[in-house]
């Protein structure tokens, strides 16, 4: 998460090149753009990540008082980081839309500069259009039908590592194949489909096939993450209902709930985390796979 304007994001938004090592920086590059210093901000989580990988890390090395966040409204920040999930994960926006134009739309949006924040309720195509960003979709035409299919097909469920998910991904990709048949159609979670991008169908299956534990692992923390978040929401409403019942905010018993919903959401957290760090190991591992394929393939001396 941006420990400046409060979205969670890829970490490729954090990643900068640097002389030896790549530099992972404490805010997005949104942030950057704005001209904010990584300096003035720490982050824990990508502090880590970056020890774990001997990336350089640009920022305060412990977790201090932080400013609000420039994004303010949770509702908000959801929508914003929907939407650059389907941009990150979309081979044909990326190649025509440059990410710091996107970025830059991104800004005025939550500036209040441009009269629009993308609604989850639209397509990426739309949500692109009345961001001001001018994508043609024409390569991609699996229509509403064909893409209910496919989740219905696999239960909504990702055919790479198993966790919930929505996207219709192409096997090969459709900005080099432009194979939208449905025999070329498969589910992926957001994250599956965000890592694969244009990678080859089956360079990406051979180097999913040997982390099929890992990819249980995912499942399991999914599943974990998701019965807890939901006790906590359900022990967060009945606190809202004993106070209003009680008709006040302080007495024993109120604070004994409050004592012990705290220690379900520290639970929680230090999940989160972990997930958070295999998930990025993951990443990481996909994205070295790929490099290393491509180096490969390249005959030249460097």
Known sequence: MCSSCGLRMDSLHFKQEGLMNPKLTSICDICLIRGLNADD????????????????????????????????????????????????????AKRQVKRSDLNLAMIKSED????YVPDQDVTFAQNMEKMGLRVDFQLNEVDYIDRER?????????????????S????????????NSLDNLTLACAECNRIKSDMPYDLFI??????????????????ALGTLKEEFEHRRRYLAAQVHLKGVVNDPELNAIRKENK???????????????????????????????RIKQNN???
């Open 41 to 92: 901000y720490a982050n824990d989580a990508v502090a880590t990540f970056a020890k774990s990988l001997l990336y350089t890390f640009v920022g305060k090395e412990k977790d201090t008082a932080q400013p609000d966040p420039i994004v303010k409204n949770k509702k908000l920040r959801k929508r914003y980081e929907a939407f650059l999930q389907d941009y990150d994960g979309n081979e044909i």
């Open 150 to 166: 496919i989740r219905a097909k696999y239960k909504y469920r990702c055919q790479y590592c198993g966790r919930r998910g929505r």
């Open 300 to 302: 030249d001396i460097i």
């Open 112 to 115: 209040g500069k441009l009269d």
């Open 206 to 223: 051979k180097l999913n096939d040997q982390i099929s534990g890992i990819n249980n692992k995912l499942v399991k923390y999914e599943n």
């Open 168 to 179: 219709v991904d192409h096997k090969d990709p459709v900005s080099l194949s432009h194979n």
């Open 263 to 293: 220690k379900l959401q520290d639970a929680i957290d230090s999940l989160q985390s972990d997930y958070d760090d295999l998930r990025m190991t993951r990443k990481s591992y996909f994205d070295t796979g790929w490099k290393l394929a």
